[in-house]
């Protein structure tokens, strides 16, 4: 598990505001988190899940920045992002995700987009954490027609 409070305070110590603001950030959604309702203790899974979660805003924010010029801004978003991201595990290349795939789209004998459902959930559970939703499913939608 991801100590927050001991990241925050390294943060506070050398005074690194993009650091500090991103994990408070993080602090923040784990709290909600554990305490919404019928929620048990936050898992590392459920960690990881929320820092996605936040990564996935940041990128929406900062593309929506720089749609608009504010480069300030996108600079900001982009600084947290890269911050987040050194909490989640190494992502896989496109060429990994291909080839998980198409052992997933073997092993379920899927042949048409028909089964595209069978093989995101396998996929999605098993790359959880190492790539992004849209990518496996722009792969598995590829690999399916």
Known sequence: MIDINKEIKLAMLSK???RLLSL???KA???????EKGADDLTVEGQLKIIQKQV???KDAAAIYHEQGRADLFEDEMAQVAVLESFLPKQMSEKEIEDVVKRIIANLKAISMEDMGKVMAV???QMSGQADGKVIAAKVRQLLT
């Open 123 to 125: 996929a999605t559970k």
């Open 16 to 18: 690194d505001n993009v």
């Open 29 to 35: 959604a784990f709290m909600m988190a554990e305490t």
């Open 24 to 26: 408070r950030a993080i």
């Open 56 to 58: 996935k805003q940041r």
